[in-house]
């Protein structure tokens, strides 16, 4: 039986049947499952190629034997008084694109007292601020870190290692320069975002709000539209970011070299250091022992 259950679910022309042992009370029974849900995708077992008198098993075990546990049947939604409205029917207990826009997922069936269920469709303001919050903090780190590592110095700041370099004063130029630019017309000003001048973000949430009520649809396409503020933000680092050779990829590998070049020139001096100084050590002592043998010589004459 166990070599049975691995044909079917290893065999490549298999349609979507799971097979599974179970044992109760000392017998082994033979358990088919479809993989999909839904009426159309119904398990059928049909016998062939048995041999009379020697197979008669496998023939019971399939034909009068066989019990169906769960008969399959599609989900049923109706929009309106049941047998009078309009029915929705699917294979899965998610109905996609019902509604442009919106799926639904139903999880219980409603008996005959249940009241029935009304939906209304709009916008979750709350979820869209915390978006949008998630944005802002992300766009603000990319900022500080940038800030960090360009830093001319002073008296109370750390001179930054990429202080002059010209990749980073551009992606934080282009940065900037995206967000004040117009997306369909609409600015990040005009929904409550604005700059200050270390180039981070602060969003005034009475202004954000307002944007939200008066134009949700201009806030979504500023942000999530085609040739909106993502969309473009992605298409405007692409160069630097991209993985292998993106410029940000490239320029790290360029100071890797120089680092690993300066390592050797750094292990050659130690190189000659220490062969110079074995060199005037044994010199030295060399001339220590000479001049020793000659006060020793000279002690002679005194």
Do not use: C
Request: aromatic share 6%; charged share 20%.
């Amino acid at each position: 039986m166990s070599e049975l259950v691995n044909t079917i679910n290893n065999d490549k022309n298999n349609p979507g049947v799971n097979a599974t042992l179970v044992r109760s009370n000392g017998e082994t029974h033979l358990m088919f499952a479809s993989a999909e849900t839904g009426e159309a995708n119904k398990v059928a077992v049909e016998v062939t190629g048995t041999t009379a008198g020697t197979d008669d098993w496998f023939s019971n075990a399939f034909g009068a034997n066989l019990n169906t546990i769960s008969e399959p049947k599609d989900a049923i939604i109706w929009l309106g008084a049941k047998d009078t409205g309009l029915k929705l029917t699917n294979a899965s207990n998610t109905f996609e694109g019902v509604i442009e826009g919106v799926d639904i997922t139903v999880t219980k069936a409603q008996t005959v007292d249940d009241a029935p269920i009304s939906m209304a469709v709009g916008p979750d303001s709350e979820a869209t601020k915390e978006q949008i919050t998630k944005f802002v903090d992300a766009f603000n780190n990319v900022m500080s870190t940038i800030n960090e590592h360009m830093a001319i110095g002073g008296e109370d700041q750390k001179r930054g290692a990429l202080a002059s370099d010209s990749t980073m004063r551009s992606i934080k130029s282009q940065l900037s320069n995206m967000i004040r630019t117009e997306f369909s017309g609409t600015s990040l000003y005009t929904v409550g975002l604005s700059m200050n001048s270390d180039g981070k973000l602060a969003l005034d949430d009475k202004k954000f709000a307002e944007a939200q009520k008066n134009g949700g649809a201009a806030l979504e396409q500023l942000f999530n539209g085609d040739g909106g503020l993502l969309d473009s933000m992605e298409k405007v680092m692409e160069p630097y970011i991209q993985t292998g050779s993106g410029m940000l990829s490239t320029k790290k590998e360029t100071l890797e070299n120089n680092v690993s070049r300066i390592d050797d020139k750094m292990d050659q001096l130690d190189r000659k250091y220490s062969m110079s100084y074995n060199r005037y050590l044994a010199q030295f002592t060399q001339m220590n022992a000479v001049i020793t043998q000659m006060n020793s010589n000279m002690s002679l004459f005194g």
